[in-house]
């Protein structure tokens, strides 16, 4: 029963660690701003780089349901004042919002569910640290193995995955769209979004090695330790 518990929080964990390193690139406006900077897109766009991160601000508060939609979101383009998303950009990221809103709960769910496992744990006296350590380990080693191969098909036609991506959590075709009408693909065209799921990559497998180091040193000392029964 101890192991049950360890696994199911070791999986809560993983899970809080996916859905956080998706969540925090997303919402990392440093990021936004190197990659404006970095491919032009204020120039591209036809517009200044700081109603440009005006623009990315309140484009972020909607995905975090901090305004309730994209409307009314104005900027000087070509000289000229006008509404900066289309309504099929609204549209498309009516379906963004709900999928944010779903990993916002799925994170917390997690947390929530880890922090109990813990607590249960520790009510039944059973060896916290011991099976968190080893649990985890076994976890975050499958992860990270299962990670390598799905890293490398998407590597092999970037382009392909991204396609596949959304025809699994979109029901609709919204989210093709076309510049210039649509400046959301502007904003964010397709090497931004290479480069961010190497950001988002690169969390998903620094983390879980961190966890794999960590725990092995920790039971490592544990078998060390005078006494120690398994």
Request: proline share 4%.
């Given at each position: ?11 809560c ?6 859905s ?11 990021f936004?701003?190197?990659q404006y ?7 591209y766009?036809?517009?200044s780089e700081e109603?440009?991160?005006?623009v990315?601000?309140e ?6 349901a901090?305004?309730?939609d ?11 004042e006008q ?8 549209a498309?990221m ?8 779903r990993?916002?709960i ?9 922090l ?8 039944t006296?059973?060896p ?7 649990c ?31 025809l ?6 919204l989210?093709?769209l ?9 904003m964010?065209?397709?090497?931004f ?10 969390l ?5 090695v ?21």
């Open positions: 029963m101890r192991y049950i518990m360890g696994y199911l929080a070791a999986l964990l993983l899970v809080l660690i996916v956080q390193s998706i969540i925090s690139p997303t919402f990392f406006m440093p936004f701003r190197q900077a970095s491919q032009g897109i204020a120039e766009i036809g517009m109603e440009l991160i005006y990315t601000v484009l972020l508060d909607y995905m975090r901090r305004r309730d994209l409307d009314g979101i104005r900027a000087t383009i070509g000289g000229v509404e900066f998303f289309s309504e099929r950009d609204k498309h009516i379906d963004v919002r709900v999928l944010y809103d990993l916002f799925v994170r917390n769910v997690a947390f929530w569910a880890f109990g496992l813990i607590g249960l744990m520790a009510i006296k059973s916290v640290m011991h099976l968190l350590a080893r985890s380990r076994e976890v975050m080693a499958g992860f990270l193995l299962i990670s390598a191969i799905v890293a490398a098909v998407i590597a092999i036609d970037f382009d392909r995955a991204f396609e596949v991506f959304h699994i959590f979109f029901d609709n075709d989210w093709i076309f510049p210039p009408r649509d400046r959301l693909v502007m964010v065209p397709i090497q979004f290479i480069n961010i799921s190497i950001f988002i990559g690169s998903l497998a620094a983390t879980p961190i966890i794999i180091v960590l725990a092995t040193i920790y039971l490592r000392r544990e078998a060390d330790r005078p006494g120690f029964g398994g």
